[in-house]
């Protein structure tokens, strides 16, 4: 009995280990990755007002996982080594972000970087899990240019159409 309970302390304290050391070399590994494009786009939360929001992006992803925590599926048994498979999906995005200096791509690969980590831990119920905070994530990369001027003029004049509308049902005077 005594015998037992020493190999499956052994066999538990392996698999944390096991767990740490690839939780520590992951980490190491995006920050590693990652830094440049996170000064980067600390910069443009600093610089941009319009992207100003970004500071407060991981907080609230952080704070929709903490919310759905009685859900957390928990972690697999064992590491599912598909989810490296994503971790390294991401590389060929940051590539072609790169090629195409287009760096709100190399921003977007995050995402799937952290994707294949959440399965990775706990398989596909982790990932599913945690995917509302993880695609919450999209909203602290700013949009290239193009896209966000193609955007703005539409939006504005919806703005407008709305704001005039509203002012008018409470019967103020708009054009």
């Not at 999906?89 to 940051?94: D, Q």
């Not at 972000?97 to 980590?117: K, N, R, T």
């Not at 399965?119 to 945690?130: E, H, K, N, P, V």
Request: charge should be positive; hydrophobic fraction near 55%.
């Amino acid at each position: 009995m005594a015998a037992e309970r020493a190999t499956a302390a052994k066999r538990d304290y392996g698999r944390l280990a096991l767990v740490v050391g690839t939780g520590v070399a992951l980490a190491i590994a995006f920050g590693w990755a990652y830094w440049p494009t996170m000064v980067s786009l600390v910069a443009a939360w600093n610089r941009e007002p319009d992207y100003s929001h970004g500071f407060l992006v991981p907080l609230l992803a952080g704070l929709f996982l903490w919310v759905r925590r009685d859900r957390f599926p928990g972690m697999a048994g064992r590491l599912k080594w598909i989810g490296l498979l994503l971790v390294g999906l991401s590389i060929p995005f940051r590539a072609l972000g790169a090629q195409f200096y287009l760096e709100a791509i190399d921003g977007w690969s995050m995402l799937v970087w952290l994707a294949g980590v959440a399965w990775f831990y706990g398989g596909w119920r982790l990932c599913r899990w945690a995917m509302p905070s993880i695609a919450f994530l999209f909203f602290m990369v700013p949009l290239p240019w193009r896209v966000e001027h193609s955007l703005s003029y539409p939006l504005q004049r919806i703005a407008t159409k709305l704001s005039c509308w509203a002012l008018q049902f409470f019967g103020q005077p708009a054009l």
